[in-house]
Nanobody, 124 residues
Framework: QVQLVESGGGLVQAGGSLRLSCAASGRTLSSFAMGWFRQAPGKEREFVAAISGRGGMTAYADSVKGRFTISRDNVKNTGYLQMNSLKPEDTAVYYC?????????????????WGQGTQVTVSS
């Protein structure tokens, strides 16, 4: 069993930055890709970013490319999402997730464990 716990969300003004963390326990995740998704009120959950098991490959949604950076520390079994130049449209609950493989995926169905989410609110 894998447990994922996100932290680092909060309220920030447009243009500001936040760093989300995703601490994993129950299993070492270095053999699996990790991803971040978000869900805004009234909208479907959407892909934000993903990183391969060893961290050598990343993928981003077009809406966050150039502003967000995904990373991981396999020694700490923790993933991160650095979010810069935040916009009001980035407001959502952010979830981290463990992929079923080491490959990068944008579809939520390819992920088998999820955190509880952390709220990010960007004011204009």
């Amino acid at each position: 069993q894998v447990q994922l716990v996100e932290s680092g969300g909060g309220l920030v003004q447009a243009g500001g930055s936040l760093r989300l963390s995703c601490a994993a326990s129950g299993r070492t995740l270095s053999s699996f890709a990790m991803g971040w998704f978000r869900q805004a009120p009234g909208k479907e959950r959407e892909f934000v970013a993903a990183i391969s098991g060893r961290g050598g490959m990343t993928a981003y949604a077009d809406s966050v490319k150039g502003r967000f950076t995904i990373s991981r520390d396999n020694v700490k079994n923790t993933g991160y999402l650095q979010m810069n130049s935040l916009k009001p449209e980035d407001t959502a609950v952010y979830y981290c997730a463990k992929d079923r493989s080491t490959l990068l995926h944008r579809n939520s169905g390819d992920y088998d464990y999820w955190g509880q989410g952390t709220q990010v609110t960007v004011s204009s």
